[in-house]
């Protein structure tokens, strides 16, 4: 029987969850009417800007990113004191969550500036 969190949920509305997990979500979701009804919760919560990936994770974990912000933060685009608090975030308490939304990121997400970003951001697909 699979079990799925709400940040697992949340990630799927944001198309963040790792294929195969995903996957394995779409299919359960098939078959289960209460995880058909928790997204369908999350997702009106989401939209009504109630509740977002980065909120709910907060409550877990030190302060997550949305990818929206990370995106910004790799074009260069966020001030100096939001930057300092993603670096540390990524590179001090090394957050998996946060460096895996990087990872997942393509070109779109990181267009938008021609700046070149130099970090430890090791796995950073260029
Ligand atoms: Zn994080």
Known sequence: MADFTNEE???WLDETLPLERSSALELHARQSP???ERLESLRQSRDQGGLTLGEIWRRHRIGCFSR?????????ET??????????????IEC???RATIESMNETDLTRTT??????LGGLKT
């Open 96 to 98: 998996v969550w946060c």
């Open 79 to 92: 001030g100096s004191g939001l930057s300092e608090q993603i670096q540390f975030h990524l590179e001090t």
């Open 34 to 36: 209460e995880i058909r």
């Open 115 to 120: 700046r070149v970003f130099q970090t430890s």
């Open 68 to 76: 929206d912000v990370l995106a910004r933060h790799l074009r260069g």
């Open 9 to 11: 949920l949340l990630a």
